[in-house]
């Protein structure tokens, strides 16, 4: 591990429990069988695990001893599986439609022996539908690189409990598009009131102020296309 990355960990609060238990989680990354990431393993630990941590920092939540947690779209596990090491109280649901990534992190669970984790194989928008006992059932939702904004606003907050947080790293540029969406506050949603000012981090902090309707997440061509949206 680059110094600068120990160095990183070590002002986050990481302990060298949880940083050894990191460093095993991407050891597994580079050693899979499939290839899961263009980054190299420093830009790994960068652009992945470190983001991941700063989502958590942003989000208000890092005081919290027990969350439901959902990450949509999960992959090679940015940011749910780093998430579910260094908050263990945290019970974790990492939903990934690809069959062979779906089972890295089913793999990757049981080496770490991450008990708070439960990778669901199977596209959001079906699973949600299918499960109606998970709607607005999360403390946490996450998401990253799922698809256009309107597309993971309109599965991330069917998702989350009324009160709950939407944490989305989606650039300042996704940021101000948030704020300017009417679409957010169809589903029930609205901006961490700071967003809406300042979007240097990159990070939407979405607070669900009201049920969403039963109508959505929708299945197929229409997820993610609403009225005036291009």
């Known amino acids: 591990m680059d110094p600068w990355i120990a160095d990183s960990l070590t002002k986050g609060s990481i302990d060298i429990v949880t940083t050894r238990r990191l460093e095993k989680y991407v050891q597994c990354v580079f050693e899979a ?23 958590l920092s942003h989000s208000g939540l890092a005081s919290s001893s027990s969350l439901r947690c959902v990450d949509i779209g999960s992959g090679s596990g940015l940011p749910g599986m780093v998430l579910a090491i260094v908050r263990p109280g945290w019970h974790w649901t990492l939903v990934e439609s690809r069959a062979r990534r779906a089972e890295f992190l089913r793999k990757t ?3 770490l022996s991450l008990e708070n984790v439960k990778v669901v194989g199977e596209r959001a928008e079906v699973w949600v539908v299918s499960n109606p006992s998970m709607r607005e059932h999360f403390d946490l939702v996450t998401a990253r690189a799922v698809g256009p904004m309107l597309t993971v606003l309109e599965l991330a907050l069917p998702l989350a409990a009324i ?25 029930g949603g609205e901006l961490r009131q700071e ?12 607070r669900k102020m009201g049920s969403t309707s039963q109508e959505f997440p929708r299945i197929g061509s229409k997820l993610g296309r609403f009225p005036g949206s291009k």
């Open 33 to 55: 069988p499939i290839n899961l990431t263009g980054f190299t393993p420093a830009q790994f630990w960068d652009k992945g695990v470190l983001d991941a941590l700063s989502l």
């Open 109 to 111: 669970a049981t080496v």
């Open 163 to 187: 009160g709950g947080t939407i944490a989305l790293p989606l650039g300042e540029e996704g940021v101000k598009s948030v704020a300017m969406s009417p679409v957010l506050a169809a589903l």
């Open 195 to 206: 967003d809406a000012a300042e979007t240097v981090s990159g990070i939407a902090i979405i």
